[in-house]
């Protein structure tokens, strides 16, 4: 006969294992769970340059695509799959409508313990507080 207590307790232990790399920024950064806001000027827009979900997963894959394209081929301008077109561009185009880089992307950020490097060169938004 198995020990199906000790299995439990082995799965337990090896899945608390195998989350260890991510133990260190639970305590260091905040465990409240991201709450990113949106500007006035965003939920006036009502939308982003792609659907929610779509961009919670994959904003960095469509940033990484539109440096890409806009620096390499000088290629600007994005159509979004509603048909409105966007500048292709971290500062004129995502961080106007979030303009709250602090409560908005570091949220997030700041919880997964990222610190995207853009910042070193792009200029950060000026924030009124
Ligand atoms: C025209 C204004 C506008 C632009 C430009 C824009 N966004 Fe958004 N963004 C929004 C709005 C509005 C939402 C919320 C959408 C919703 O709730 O359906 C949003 C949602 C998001 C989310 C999901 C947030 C969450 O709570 O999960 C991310 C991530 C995001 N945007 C990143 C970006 C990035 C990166 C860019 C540039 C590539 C960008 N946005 C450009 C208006 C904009
Ligand atoms: C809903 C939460 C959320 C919001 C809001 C958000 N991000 Fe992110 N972002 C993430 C996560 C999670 C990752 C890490 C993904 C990974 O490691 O695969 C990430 C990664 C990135 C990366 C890649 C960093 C790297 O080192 O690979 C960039 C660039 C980025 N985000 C830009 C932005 C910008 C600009 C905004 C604000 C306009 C923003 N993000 C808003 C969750 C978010
Ligand atoms: C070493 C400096 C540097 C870093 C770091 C950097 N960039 Fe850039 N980026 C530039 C320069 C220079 C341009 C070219 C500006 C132009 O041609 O308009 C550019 C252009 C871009 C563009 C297209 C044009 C525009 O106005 O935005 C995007 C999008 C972009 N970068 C996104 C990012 C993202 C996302 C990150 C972080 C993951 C990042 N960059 C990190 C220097 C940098």
């Given at each position: 006969?198995?020990?199906?207590?000790?299995?439990?307790?082995?799965?337990?232990?090896?899945?608390?294992?195998?989350?260890?790399?991510?133990?260190?920024?639970?305590?260091?950064?905040?465990?409240?769970?991201?709450?990113?806001?949106?500007?006035?000027?965003?939920?006036d827009?009502?939308?982003?340059?792609?659907?929610?979900?779509?961009?919670?997963?994959?904003?960095?894959?469509?940033?990484?695509?539109?440096?890409?394209?806009?620096?390499?081929?000088?290629?600007?301008?994005?159509?979004?799959?509603?048909?409105?077109?966007?500048?292709?561009?971290?500062?004129?185009?995502?961080?106007?409508?979030?303009?709250?880089?602090?409560?908005?992307?570091?949220?997030?950020h700041?919880?997964?313990?990222?610190?995207?490097?853009?910042w070193?060169?792009?200029?950060?938004?000026?924030?009124?507080?």
């Amino acid at each position: 006969m198995y020990d199906s207590g000790k299995i439990i307790v082995g799965l337990i232990v090896g899945i608390g294992l195998l989350l260890f790399p991510f133990w260190p920024s639970a305590g260091k950064y905040s465990s409240k769970a991201p709450e990113p806001e949106l500007t006035v000027k965003a939920k006036d827009a009502k939308a982003c340059v792609e659907s929610k979900t779509y961009m919670t997963t994959h904003h960095m894959k469509l940033l990484d695509a539109w440096r890409n394209e806009a620096v390499r081929q000088a290629d600007r301008l994005y159509r979004s799959s509603s048909g409105k077109i966007y500048e292709k561009s971290l500062q004129n185009a995502c961080m106007d409508c979030h303009a709250n880089k602090s409560t908005f992307c570091d949220q997030c950020h700041n919880y997964m313990g990222v610190n995207p490097f853009c910042w070193d060169c792009h200029l950060e938004p000026k924030e009124s507080t």
